[in-house]
Nanobody, 129 residues
Framework: QVQLVESGGGLVQAGGSLRLSCAAS????????MGWFRQAPGQECDFVAA????????NYADSVKGRFSISKDTAKNTVYLQMNNLTPEDTAVYYC??????????????????????WGQGTQVTVSS
């Protein structure tokens, strides 16, 4: 059974940075896509970024392009989300998610929460103005 555990959230001032981590366990992730999503109070769960575990292809939501960076450490089975130049609009609970990738589908297919079948418990990110 896949387990995902997020860490690294917290309170930061606007313009600051945070790095979220997602520790994955329970299986080999070679053929997996790992994603980050976020959900603000009263809002839907929105796609943030995704990475293919094998080749390391990445995909980002337009709202975070140029500010956020997703990466992986295969040896540690950990996925990271580096968040720079944070704004109050980035305040949300951030979730790590994973799913087995279908080879012929691009990462753009994996922007919907319903595509993922493993989820972490979430970590709160609060950006003050």
């Amino acid at each position: 059974q896949v387990q995902l555990v997020e860490s690294g959230g917290g309170l930061v001032q606007a313009g600051g940075s945070l790095r979220l981590s997602c520790a994955a366990s329970g299986r080999a992730f070679t053929n997996y896509v790992m994603g980050w999503f976020r959900q603000a109070p009263g809002q839907e769960c929105d796609f943030v970024a995704a990475i293919s575990w094998g080749a390391g292809y990445t995909n980002y939501a337009d709202s975070v392009k140029g500010r956020f960076s997703i990466s992986k450490d295969t040896a540690k089975n950990t996925v990271y989300l580096q968040m720079n130049n944070l704004t109050p609009e980035d305040t949300a609970v951030y979730y790590c998610a994973g799913t087995k990738r279908t080879a012929y589908l691009s990462l753009s297919y994996y922007t919907a929460p319903a595509r993922y079948d493993a989820w972490g418990q979430g970590t709160q990110v609060t950006v003050s103005s």
